[in-house]
């Protein structure tokens, strides 16, 4: 996959250098799809602070491309600061988790929430049922858990049925809570979000569980202790 993305990438360029100027994103779309056959493209947006167009292919990279189309840059977008860089890139992906309506996750709402965290999660994956154990303390801390579904093994697996018979259940938090501690969950079946929030979670760059997306942007792999959690979020 990353060499057929490379020899696309390498024909992409040349494309790019004999084109003319791109009147606007629907040339852009074009060209992309003439030299990378196959790929994807999930977005196309203006990036008005570095006057380039953001271009984002499914499980693909992400491109910056000049508006008159001639020159791109592969890789993510940096914003410097006076003392750090900013990934905007990372942000912008982010984003799009917030864009998820909560009636779509399953929360567990802190009563004074201060933040959240949008978790992507696997009901059989041993350090979630570990995050899950902290879910009190981090809702005494302010931070609202916000869980997603991230079956690791995929679509139609065991973890991914369960998870939708979560979803679809009467009290799903309470089925969650279930599911992680090891126990059964009755099977139901529902329109659901499930196979969705799993493919947002390879757009955004999960790659096991849990992944953490705090409500500063800010992505963070991995089981990470509660009161880390709530210093990160500035709490």
């Known amino acids: ?10 024909s992409l360029s040349l494309t790019f250098l004999v084109q003319p100027v791109f009147a606007d994103q629907e040339d852009i779309e074009k060209a992309l799809q003439k030299a990378i056959p196959g790929a994807k493209i999930t977005s196309i947006a203006e990036h008005d602070a570095a006057g380039l167009y953001v271009v984002s292919i499914e499980n693909g990279p992400t491109l910056h491309v ?17 003392t750090s860089l900013v ?12 864009t998820v309506p ?35 303390q981090l809702n005494e801390l302010g931070i609202t858990v916000r869980y997603m579904a ?7 697996s065991p973890a991914y049925n369960t998870m939708v018979s979560i979803w679809c259940s009467d009290d799903p938090k309470y089925w969650m809570t279930q599911a992680k501690k090891g126990e059964e969950v009755p099977q139901n079946k529902c329109k659901n979000p499930v196979a969705d929030q799993f ?31 709530a210093a990160e979020l500035g709490l």
């Open 87 to 98: 990934n905007e890139t990372e942000i912008a992906k982010m984003a799009k988790v917030e």
């Open 1 to 10: 996959m990353k060499i057929r993305y490379i020899l696309g990438l390498l």
């Open 150 to 156: 991230y079956p690791r093994a995929g679509v139609g």
């Open 102 to 136: 909560e009636d779509q996750m399953i929360v567990f709402k802190a009563e004074d929430e201060k933040a959240h965290i949008t978790v992507f999660t696997d009901v059989d994956c041993g350090y979630c049922r570990m995050l899950h154990r902290e879910i009190d």
């Open 199 to 229: 493919k947002l979670g390879n757009t955004v760059g999960v790659r096991g569980t849990p992944s953490i997306v705090l409500s500063n942007g800010k992505f963070m792999p991995g089981y990470i202790e509660a009161n880390r959690l």
């Open 66 to 82: 000049t508006k008159d189309g001639k020159y791109f840059v592969l890789g993510d977008l940096y914003r410097v600061e006076s």
